[in-house]
């Protein structure tokens, strides 16, 4: 304390902290802040939890503000994100659904199970309306496809055979499926 923040509300309410020493502030150091910003010169500030060491255990990966460009614009992996509230009722009731999808698919090497706790990280362009808020980034489209199916484990392994590659690639459609015959 004190500190100086700017936020731009046209710009989903990003931060841009002053970098100085604001207790030494002067005038000229607002109007070159101010300047930076409106320049384009200046970094948002966002929020991020440590990039966690290791950042998967069990097939899943915990992603957080630092760690979330690096995982989910990767152009050689398709990533499927849970974007959630650690008090959030649904989330919790999902997250063991969640756990056990990502230990059934951690060896499909190009597929990445994650989740992403929003309430203390941010990434510059995403905005997280509801939790949860699942999100498909495929390899050939980083701006991602909202996940909108069932919430049981059978659902979400539908929902990847049909529109994701690494998946069908990894268990072609039939695989793992009893037949006629054997019913």
């Given at each position: 304390?004190?500190?100086?923040?700017?936020?731009?509300?046209?710009?989903?309410?990003?931060?841009?902290?002053?970098?100085?020493?604001?207790?030494?502030?002067?005038?000229?150091?607002?109007?070159?802040?101010?300047s930076?910003?409106?320049?384009?010169?200046?970094?948002?500030?966002?929020?991020?939890?440590?990039?966690?060491?290791?950042?998967?255990?069990?097939?899943?990966?915990?992603?957080?503000?630092?760690?979330?460009?690096?995982?989910?614009?990767?152009?050689?992996?398709?990533?499927?994100v849970?974007?959630?509230?650690?008090?959030?009722?649904?989330?919790?009731?999902?997250?063991?659904?969640?756990?056990?999808?990502?230990?059934?698919?951690?060896?499909?090497?190009?597929?990445?199970?994650?989740?992403?706790?929003?309430?203390?990280?941010?990434?510059?362009?995403?905005?997280?309306?509801?939790?949860?808020?699942?999100?498909?980034?495929?390899?050939?489209?980083?701006?991602?496809?909202?996940?909108?199916?069932g919430?049981?484990?059978?659902?979400?392994?539908?929902w990847?055979?049909?529109?994701?590659?690494?998946?069908q690639?990894?268990?072609?459609?039939?695989?793992?499926?009893?037949?006629?015959?054997?019913?």
């Open positions: 304390m004190p500190t100086l923040r700017l936020i731009s509300p046209e710009d989903s309410m990003l931060k841009y902290v002053y970098e100085g020493d604001a207790k030494a502030i002067s005038g000229d150091d607002v109007a070159k802040f101010v930076d910003f409106k320049a384009g010169n200046l970094s948002p500030h966002l929020k991020s939890e440590p990039i966690p060491e290791p950042a998967t255990v069990d097939g899943l990966t915990v992603l957080v503000g630092n760690s979330w460009d690096a995982v989910v614009n990767d152009p050689t992996k398709d990533v499927l849970k974007y959630y509230a650690p008090w959030c009722g649904h989330c919790k009731a999902l997250a063991p659904v969640w756990d056990s999808l990502a230990k059934d698919v951690e060896g499909i090497e190009d597929l990445v199970i994650a989740k992403f706790d929003a309430t203390v990280n941010e990434v510059a362009g995403l905005e997280i309306r509801g939790y949860p808020t699942l999100k498909f980034y495929p390899k050939d489209n980083k701006a991602g496809i909202d996940y909108d199916a919430r049981d484990e059978g659902d979400f392994q539908k990847l055979a049909e529109h994701s590659g690494v998946f690639a990894a268990r072609p459609a039939g695989e793992g499926e009893a037949t006629q015959e054997e019913l």
